[in-house]
């Protein structure tokens, strides 16, 4: 990280020689690692459990009882409001025969009631009630209740750490989230709303298309490109959590020098990479918050997206220009990038002993790759 210029005076200085921030070489990465069902299944191990997981963000569920469900790998999870400054995750699976006490998403939840035989867990996760009580009193109801997962608040983004492992690389991570996301306290933020796609790609290859923006001018000539100057970006890594931020046109049309904290919010957009698998596009208003997981094959991806807003959707108008952002959103990704991805995915299997080339001025995808080679050595 270049930190003696301030980032406002390292783009503009971009901008105005036409430039790139460049990592010191190519780099190359093998094929094999999109295709190959076993690298899937050692990611999915270390990465998804002995690394801190952004599971989600705490202004999702705003009140009290408010939850969300979410299937991470092979654990599925009730992430709960149980107080106003509070949230929990539990396992999302009943303590008498195993079934999912809920499903989706909802609010203002009192207690939740498994459907299978209506065991019923307050929002603390204690049993509190169970029919037939007589049938089971000789395994007392404290030892019935939901297992709860270790969860951790971090400026609204909500962390899992599932072992000893991960908890220490929280701790680690920590420093860095707070210089990263000092301007983005996603608390104070207001959820709008999100969609959940699945992709037929590898989960690396979902988050590769946010990593660089090369491509802006080129696959997304009519859409983004009006909008996101092409290959002309910030780079910075903070550990293995990624910056990368693009100037918008804008700033040339206003002429703006980017003087002000403010100038520089109105006129850019930042790419932030929550290692390994959460990624926010910010802008001045609001932030997108897309989350990737891997599916049960190496070419099989679920990806959310969902939007929260500086200010409070209210009138009809604010939902409309709320509407026309998220789906200019989706529709760039699922129109443009992802059908794209879906046939790099296809090609990569005729010739699995080929190998993808990240130039210097891809230094997202170097570290990401790097990154996440580092981790999976560690284990
Ligand atoms: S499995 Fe939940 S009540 Fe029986
Ligand atoms: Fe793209």
Known sequence: ?????????????????????????????????????????????????????????????????????????????????????????????????????????????????????????????????????????????????????????????????????SEVKYRKNINHLDLLLQDYNLKNYHFYKSKIIDINMNWKLAADTFLELYHINSLHDKTLFPIIMSDIALFDSFGSNIRIIGPRQSMLKSKNKLKTNNDFKMHTIQVITLFPNTILVTHHEHVEVWHILPGNKENETKISLSLFTKEKAITKSEKNHWDNNFNLAIDVVLEEDFPLGEDVQKGFYADPTRKLIFGKNEPGLQHFHKSINQALKEG
């Not at 790139?20 to 459990?49: H, Q, S």
């Not at 202004?59 to 469900?69: C, E, L, Q, V």
């Not at 995750?89 to 989706?104: F, M, Q, S, V």
Request: aromatic letters at 10%; a positive charge.
């Open 1 to 165: 990280m270049n930190s003696k210029l301030d980032v406002k005076d390292r783009l503009y200085t971009l901008i105005n020689n036409h430039e790139t921030d460049y990592a010191t070489d190519v780099y190359i990465n093998p094929v094999k690692e999109y295709i190959d069902l076993k690298r899937n299944l050692r990611e999915k191990d270390i990465l998804f459990k002995n690394n801190p997981v952004c599971i989600g963000v705490s202004s999702t569920i705003p009140n009290k009882g408010d939850w969300f469900t979410i299937q991470l790998i092979d654990t599925p999870i009730l992430v709960v409001r149980k107080t106003a400054t509070e949230v929990a995750a539990y396992l999302n699976i009943c303590t008498h025969r195993g079934a999912k006490i809920t499903k989706d998403s909802g609010k203002k939840a009192y207690s939740f009631k498994c459907p299978y035989h209506s065991w019923t867990y307050n929002l603390e996760g204690k049993l509190i009630g169970r029919p037939r009580e007589n049938a089971f009193e000789s395994i007392e109801k404290k030892k019935c209740n939901l297992t709860e997962l270790n969860i951790n608040d971090h400026n609204g983004f909500l962390w899992l750490t599932s072992n000893k492992k």
